[in-house]
């Protein structure tokens, strides 16, 4: 109701919306923390606390596990790149098993069309690793809505980065 209203009112022609994925678009919540509580416990013997489990969600992945690493003075290079591709060999696993289409937000496609009905530019940046990121959206059906995705690499250290990146593609 509200959109069509909107979509008399306002033109997104010349308008860019940039979305991050996780908590935005999609819940993932659940199978992030199982992820996590798994890849810990194998490749370092160590069950997560609640600070250390909510300090994983926003930052892209190395800085995450740096920062664990770090605050149980575990912190090697090499092991918060272990932890990473860890990440991304069980998330690339576990998104092929899972339809994701029914962790859609409420109101996010309908949102996305009216942007796309209304010719405005739609990106997104994440600090997921490229391969989970889009196999996030691919798998959701969400992956259409976005004229450029940008993801973390490896060794990202910040959103700041990320967030740079965005921007180019945008100019």
């Not at 090499?78 to 899972?98: D, F, I, W």
């Not at 109101?107 to 997104?124: H, I, M, P, Q, S």
Request: charged content about 25%; some cysteine; glycine content about 8%.
């Amino acid at each position: 109701m509200f959109l069509d209203k909107m979509s008399n009112k306002i033109s997104l022609k010349n308008k860019c919306f940039v979305f991050d994925i996780d908590g935005t678009l999609i819940d993932m919540h659940e199978i992030w923390e199982s992820t996590y509580r798994v890849l810990y416990h194998e490749k370092c013997g160590l069950d997560l606390s609640k600070e250390e489990m909510d300090s994983l969600f926003g930052p892209p992945e190395f800085e995450g596990h740096a920062g664990i690493l770090r605050g149980r003075g575990l912190y090697t290079f090499e092991k918060a790149q272990q932890l990473v591709a860890g990440t991304e060999e069980t998330m690339s696993q576990t998104l092929k098993q899972q339809d994701l289409k029914k962790h859609i937000l409420a109101g996010v496609e309908d949102f996305l069309k009216y942007l796309a009905g209304n010719r405005a530019t739609v990106g997104c940046y994440t600090g997921n690793l490229e391969s989970i990121g889009n196999s996030m959206l691919n798998n959701s059906q969400l992956r259409s809505y976005f004229e450029f995705v940008v993801c973390a690499g490896p060794t990202t250290q910040t959103r700041d980065e990320i967030l740079q990146t965005a921007l180019r593609e945008l100019r």
